[in-house]
């Protein structure tokens, strides 16, 4: 298929779509991970009245899911208007048998915030905080602790669709007090000339840390979104080892290019399966449904540091 590289696109994409969930609009920028003998995940559902929930999901083989059709009751420390704080773009990720979710929302007025939230089994939820200063989009914490603290990276914004954006680095010890605040990366040329945000959460490797990303290239019809890869340093996240020139997926085919916002690659999870070293990507497509892609662990890492700066 037109522009893959080490990623191929799921033959049966796209594999959720708006009429898989109740009076939603579309469905896209999901996070899901393993759990128990299958997978979980939280997915952002726009609904008809254009409104973005988080509901839970599960499935047994990955491609096939059941979504709640109602959004997630989030308990804890929320802001009283969750339910109608537009919450979007979610990302999870696994530490020390507890799974932590992050999303983008409005909890008051236009400043757009990152809210972090803990469960065990997807069906209860509980909202720890909002982290970072406003305002603030796409923040995903690191699969595990680094030097016993959490880590993060995540995209400083402005209350509406930027222009800008480039991707930065913090840590914390509790989920709520946060600093040692790092620039990692930002907008260069060509297919992310424009801005650049973190996508799933980065995962260990030998290497280091895969680190999978947005970019964005503003063209005279629009944004335009594609898939990048890097990896980060081990030790200090922060600092970039490699960095591929070329992207690893851009929008191509109907459901990349035909959608509430066009032209749009947006990945949010990534899965390593180790027995095989196969690596899943799931992406919103077009901002309406969610794609799929598999790549060879070992061949993604060669490539990115083949066509590396």
Not at 187 to 192: D, E, I, L, N, V
Not at 201 to 217: N, S
Request: with cysteine; charged share 25%.
């Amino acid at each position: 298929m037109a522009n893959e590289t080490i990623f191929k696109r799921y033959e049966g994409n796209p594999i959720i779509k708006p009429e898989d969930v109740k009076n939603a609009n579309s469905v896209f920028n999901s996070a899901v991970v393993k759990f128990k003998k299958g997978y979980a995940g939280v997915f952002r559902v726009d609904t008809t009245r254009m409104f973005s929930e988080l509901h839970a999901g599960w499935s047994d083989d990955g491609i096939n899911w059941k979504i709640e059709d109602k959004q997630i009751d989030m308990k804890g420390n929320t802001s009283k208007n969750y339910k109608t704080a537009s919450c979007y773009d979610p990302r999870v990720v696994l530490i020390d048998g507890t799974y932590y979710v992050t999303w983008c929302y409005y909890p008051a007025g236009i400043s757009c915030h990152i809210g972090v939230a803990k469960t065990k089994d997807f069906k209860t939820f509980y909202q720890i905080t909002e982290i970072m200063l406003p305002y603030n989009r796409n923040a995903v914490l690191f699969e595990g602790k680094i030097n016993g603290r959490f880590a993060c990276l995540n995209r400083p914004s402005d209350p509406f669709h930027t222009s800008f954006g480039e991707v930065f680095y913090a840590e914390s010890d509790d989920l709520i007090h946060w600093g040692n605040h790092k620039f990692v990366f930002g907008a260069t040329g060509g297919w992310q000339r424009s801005k650049v945000g973190p996508g799933p959460a980065p995962i260990k490797i030998k290497d280091g840390w895969l680190m999978i990303y947005h970019g964005v290239r503003i063209t005279c019809s629009g944004y335009i979104y594609c898939m990048g890869g890097a990896i980060l340093d081990g030790k200090e996240p922060w600092k970039v080892k490699y960095r591929a020139r070329p992207y690893l997926l851009a929008p191509s085919t109907q459901y990349e290019m035909v959608g509430d916002v066009p032209n749009v690659i947006f990945p949010c999870s990534i899965l390593h399966d180790k027995k095989s070293d196969k690596v899943s990507i799931y992406y919103g497509a077009a901002d309406t449904v969610v794609g799929l892609a598999t790549a060879d662990m070992g061949e993604l890492v060669s490539w990115i540091k083949k066509n590396s700066d």
